[in-house]
Nanobody, 120 residues
């Protein structure tokens, strides 16, 4: 059974930084497209950042230049470094693992979410 467990959320002041972590159980991590998504109250879930197994990254427009996604295949862990946080970054952040396009067996796993609140 694959599990994704996020950690690192919390309360931070505007302009501050936080780092989220997501540990993935099982053997899928190294091939998976790993991503971070977020959902604010009353809004749809949106892409924050994704990282392919080869290292290619994509970011949502609102976080470009402020957030950085990285992964450590030896630790089955994906990170999201968030800098220059704004109040509009307040949301529940979810970790996601998807199958690569070449894999016949598809999967789409989600973590339970971690709350990030940016407020003074």
């Amino acid at each position: 059974q694959v599990q994704l467990v996020e950690s690192g959320g919390g309360l931070v002041q505007p302009g501050g930084s936080l780092e989220l972590s997501c540990v993935v159980s099982g053997t899928i991590f190294s091939i998976s497209i790993m991503g971070w998504y977020r959902q604010a109250p009353g809004k749809q879930r949106e892409l924050v950042a994704i990282m392919y197994s080869g290292g290619t990254t994509k970011y949502g427009d609102s976080v470009k230049g402020r957030f950085t996604i990285s992964r450590d295949n030896a630790k089955n862990t994906v990170y999201l470094q968030m800098n220059s946080l704004k109040s509009e970054d307040t949301a529940v952040y979810y970790c996601n693992a998807k199958n690569p396009a070449w894999k016949v067996t598809t999967y789409d796993y989600w973590g339970q979410g971690t709350q990030v609140t940016v407020s003074s």
